[in-house]
């Protein structure tokens, strides 16, 4: 078993709160995800978990036991951090089993567990290797080996792809991925990353200001943003905000004048990259002209100044060509509007 419930905890340094009465449940075998600005406080919250911070209000509940005032090694959980923390005069399969040869286990039984997590990770053929020898991703299977061997209730990541190079990171991501099928253990991770958020969690949280603004699937957080926060923080590249005022006063499409009316409550307007549909030439829809083109391949992010709406972004075949200064003409696909009230939230 491996869920987590937190009751309305608490952070407090001194005078300043950064954690602001969270209340979360998370299931067994879930891999959940924690993001947010810097600062927002989710490294704090998984610490808290792990019980390397202590909880100045509420209670943490690990399969229905109290462990708010238990010390970490109590808790049955394992944290993997961004820096590996190897010992570099050990190999591969005595970092592996430190922590196992510590507790007073038999040689025998450690010798088993080490090398079937090294099985997990494909680390067989480095077992006799040193740190020093090792690539970051490989050390990082190293790190991640080193928890899966003590047989946690829960996995706690926090950034552990951050010191990685890009394409380390999507291997990574792809065996952390992979691991957590195997082992179907409860994985509760930090990123500021929106791609491993998006890819890796069944379940995001997104913090902000020591808050949570919204909880759900990346396919919840991605078509329904709760709030302007949410909408604009998830997704690379943002999404497009402008004045519903702006918007009014520019179109001339019916049917968005319709849902504009609709939607008199709405003082901001959301549109991701992908559901605009750009035109050439000065038609109807928002009139502009294009200022930067992002080739990416696949993809072409279109950048275009609309004098009333601002700079709105534009995703388009990698194949389409456009150049700068350009004329062109933005219509939104109506059924993928997002509506905000004054207050940022959703409509």
């Given amino acids: 078993m491996g869920s987590i419930k937190l009751n309305a ?4 340094f001194d005078d300043l709160q950064v954690i ?7 299931i067994d075998g879930e891999f959940i995800i924690l993001v947010g600005p810097s600062g927002c406080g989710k490294s704090t919250l998984l610490r808290m978990i ?6 100045s209000r509420g209670s943490i509940i690990l399969d229905d036991a109290d462990v708010t005032e238990q010390p970490p090694s109590k808790r049955g959980l394992s944290m993997v951090f961004q820096s ?6 050990m190999t591969v399969r005595d970092n592996m089993g430190f922590s196992l040869k510590v507790a007073g286990m038999q040689k025998e039984e450690i010798d088993q567990k080490v090398s079937e997590a090294a099985q997990i990770l494909k680390l067989e053929d480095l077992l006799n290797r040193r740190p020093k020898d090792l690539s970051g991703g490989q050390r990082q299977r190293v790190a991640i080996g080193r928890s899966i061997v003590r047989a946690p209730t ?27 099928q195997t082992l179907k253990t409860t994985m509760v991770y930090v990123t500021h990353d929106q791609v491993e958020a998006m890819t890796l969690a069944d379940r995001i949280v997104v913090l902000e200001s020591g808050q949570i603004a919204q909880i759900g699937t990346p396919k919840q957080l991605y078509e329904q943003p709760a709030n302007l926060f949410v909408a604009q923080f998830v997704g690379s590249p943002k999404m497009n905000i402008f004045k519903n005022s702006a918007a ?3 179109v001339k499409n019916k049917e968005f004048l319709k849902l504009l009316n609709k939607n008199r409550e709405a003082a901001n307007i959301g549109v991701r990259p992908e559901h605009f549909i750009l035109e050439r030439g000065h038609k109807h829809g928002f009139f502009g002209r294009v200022s930067v083109v992002e080739y990416l391949g696949a993809d072409c992010f279109v950048f275009i100044d609309c004098d009333h709406l601002g700079t709105l972004n534009v995703r388009v075949d990698g194949s389409e060509k456009y150049t700068i200064d350009e004329e062109v003409s933005v219509n939104p696909v109506l059924e993928h509007l997002h509506f905000f009230n004054e207050q940022g939230g959703r409509l």
């Fill in 9 to 12: 905890v608490e952070k407090w």
């Fill in 20 to 26: 602001k009465g969270i209340d979360l449940e998370i």
């Fill in 50 to 55: 792990g019980g390397l911070e202590d909880t």
């Fill in 84 to 89: 590996y923390a190897l010992y570099p005069h």
């Fill in 154 to 180: 829960a996995f706690l990541f926090d950034e552990p792809l951050s010191n990685l190079d890009a394409s380390l990171r999507v291997e990574m991501r792809l065996e952390l991925a992979r691991l957590h």
């Fill in 248 to 250: 009014e006063s520019i």
